[in-house]
């Protein structure tokens, strides 16, 4: 401790700063080596949980004392436990998986549930399983089902049930091909519900699929399917981002329905043939004029008669003849082409003339013209129905960069940062303790400076400026047996320090005799004080 304390009251002002600086610097960088290593090393436990659901998971942490981080939406704790506290909490059944499911009906007992409260119950767990199974795809993060089913009565007619399923997706917008799955799987698991009568709704993009509404979506992604498609054509030719391509597709918005029959009388045909003949005949006697002999009994009563008869033949034909009908059902749904617009505007060609320098000029008609009718064949051009293409060639101006690249997430990188952090504290703790206070620390302290007299001056004797200025005398026999042993070399015996004789009146000789004597200590002596005036300076 005396070591230390005389070589902190040898060094100067800028020294002691120095070393106090990087003591306090070292001691810093140790104490957060130590609290970075000895902190815990957090991992993500669960993520993306409904409001009520990381509620429940943070009060069950919190009743078993465990040291958990809420950071947005997501709760992290100690990597050594997130395993088990996986299991303890799944145990308890949390997080819970939105919408209770079958579980309903084992709460509802024989006394007091009516045949509308075991209904409703029943409905509700059908669509919280119908939830819990959607959610189990990947691709979906959330899901909510509403079925709707008329109540049951002997006088009213079946109407059948609706469906309409509210899904957030995971990472990308929910296809058509996924909507269409889901729809066959609620009609498939409530009787009676057909595939039309569910609506897929996408929590972020709006309707995906179900009723008239879904036409005008699919006009949406056939209008943008056509736009890249023209895109990537003319980036062939003309290269990436040198063409700019904007399409507008008119559709039909409403549904029409007509039915359409046409009679030709030209086109008669005779299907049947009925003919029908009659033939009478009539005979008998035909008497005189009536007298009144002809009434009395004798008298000539049956004189002067004659016989007469007669014929009559009849025949019908009836021909039925079946005109030629045409019947046409024509139905126009929503979605179909009514019209088409395509506006192209192609980049400037950029060549270089002869003295080197660059040359934009506006491409050929003839170009044009090509590139034209590969977008007339790309989108389906009819001239009749209306369709429009308009294609023209300009220089673009350079957009001004804004903002930075985007970069790699923090989290991503958290074992690297890590590890580099505590590794760069380590070599910084190790430089400030190696480097620069140890060196400081061990030093050894300057020797005195010995303070020599003057040469002697003509007609006069040395003036010395302080009273215990080294002379080169030695007081005394005694004192000279007290010096220390120095280089090997003795006061006194064989092969020790030669001495000096005592009747050289002369100081500065007897300076230079101890210097032929005693090169090696000189040579030394001189070295420190020329890197005492180097530090110095």
């Given at each position: 401790m005396q070591n230390v304390l005389g070589v902190w009251s040898g060094l100067d002002i800028r020294r002691k700063v120095i070393v106090i600086a990087a003591t306090l610097a070292m001691f810093a960088a140790v104490l957060v080596l130590s609290q970075m290593v000895s902190a815990k090393r957090l991992e993500l436990l669960y993520s993306g949980l409904e409001q009520h659901a990381a509620g429940d998971v943070v009060a069950a942490l919190e009743q078993q004392g465990v040291v958990f981080e809420v950071r947005g939406n997501s709760i992290y704790v100690d990597v050594t436990r997130r395993d088990e506290l996986r299991?303890?909490?799944?145990?308890?059944?949390?997080?819970?998986?939105?919408?209770?499911?079958?579980?309903?009906?084992?709460?509802?007992?024989?006394?007091g549930t009516t045949?509308?409260?075991?209904?409703?119950?029943?409905?509700?767990?059908?669509?919280?399983?119908?939830?819990?199974?959607?959610?189990?795809?990947?691709?979906?993060?959330?899901?909510?089902?509403?079925?709707?089913?008329?109540?049951?009565?002997?006088?009213?007619?079946?109407?059948?049930?609706?469906?309409?399923?509210?899904?957030?997706?995971?990472?990308?917008?929910?296809?058509?091909?996924?909507?269409?799955?889901?729809?066959?799987?609620?009609?498939?698991?409530?009787?009676?519900?057909?595939?039309?009568?569910v609506s897929v709704i996408d929590g972020e993009s709006g309707l995906v699929v179900g009723g008239e509404v879904s036409a005008a979506v699919n006009v949406d992604k056939r209008a943008a399917a056509l736009k890249r498609n023209v895109e990537r054509l003319?980036?062939?030719?003309?290269?990436p981002g040198n063409a700019v391509v904007e399409l507008s597709l008119e559709a039909v918005t409403e549904r029409e329905s007509v039915i359409e029959r046409r009679f030709d009388p030209e086109g008669r045909v005779a299907i049947s043939t009925e003919t029908e003949e009659r033939n009478s005949t009539s005979q008998g006697a035909t008497g005189g004029a009536v007298t009144v002999a002809s009434n009395l009994p004798d008298g000539e009563a049956g004189s002067g008669g004659s016989d007469q008869s007669s014929q009559d033949n009849e025949t019908r034909e009836r021909v039925n003849f079946e005109v030629s009908e045409t019947q046409r059902e024509i139905v126009r749904v929503p979605g179909a082409v009514k019209r088409l617009s395509v506006a192209v505007m192609v980049n400037a060609e950029t060549s270089i003339d002869g003295t080197?320098?660059?040359?934009?000029?506006?491409?050929?008609?003839?170009?044009?013209?090509?590139?034209?009718?590969?977008?007339?064949?790309?989108?389906?051009?009819?001239?009749s129905r209306g369709d429009q293409i308009t294609i023209r060639s300009f220089e673009f101006q350079p957009l001004a960069v804004s903002g930075s690249a985007p970069t790699a997430g923090s989290m991503s990188q958290l074992d690297i940062l890590s590890l580099a952090q505590v590794a760069i504290l380590a070599i910084v703790a190790l430089v400030l303790g190696l480097f620069v206070v140890r060196p400081i620390l061990t030093q050894r302290g300057a020797p005195q400076m010995l303070e020599l007299s003057p040469p002697p001056q003509?007609?006069?004797?040395?003036?010395?400026?302080?009273?215990?200025?080294?002379?080169?005398?030695?007081?005394?026999?005694?004192?000279?047996?007290?010096?220390?042993?120095?280089?090997?070399?003795?006061?006194?015996?064989?092969?020790?320090?030669?001495?000096?004789?005592?009747?050289?009146?002369?100081?500065?000789?007897?300076?230079r005799q101890l210097i032929r004597d005693r090169q090696q200590e000189t040579v030394e002596v001189l070295k420190t004080w020329m890197e005492d005036d180097g530090e110095k300076a």
């Open positions: 299991m303890i909490l799944a145990g308890q059944g949390l997080p819970s998986n939105g919408a209770a499911g079958y579980e309903l009906l084992d709460n509802l007992s024989g006394f045949s509308q409260m075991f209904d409703a119950a029943y409905w509700r767990a059908k669509e919280g399983e119908l939830a819990r199974t959607i959610v189990t795809s990947p691709q979906i993060k959330g899901a909510r089902v509403h079925i709707s089913t008329p109540p049951s009565s002997g006088f009213r007619r079946n109407q059948g049930a609706t469906a309409s399923v509210v899904v957030t997706p995971a990472s990308a917008a929910l296809t058509e091909a996924n909507a269409r799955a889901l729809r066959f799987l609620v009609a498939s698991a409530v009787p009676g519900l057909k595939p039309e009568q003319l980036e062939a030719r003309v290269g080197g320098a660059e040359v934009t000029a506006p491409r050929s008609e003839e170009e044009l013209s090509d590139l034209r009718q590969l977008i007339e064949a790309a989108v389906g051009f009819d001239e003509a007609g006069g004797t040395p003036a010395l400026e302080r009273a215990d200025a080294l002379t080169g005398e030695v007081s005394g026999a005694d004192d000279l047996a007290s010096l220390p042993d120095i280089g090997g070399f003795a006061p006194s015996g064989g092969g020790g320090l030669p001495m000096l004789s005592m009747d050289q009146d002369d100081p500065v000789e007897r300076l």
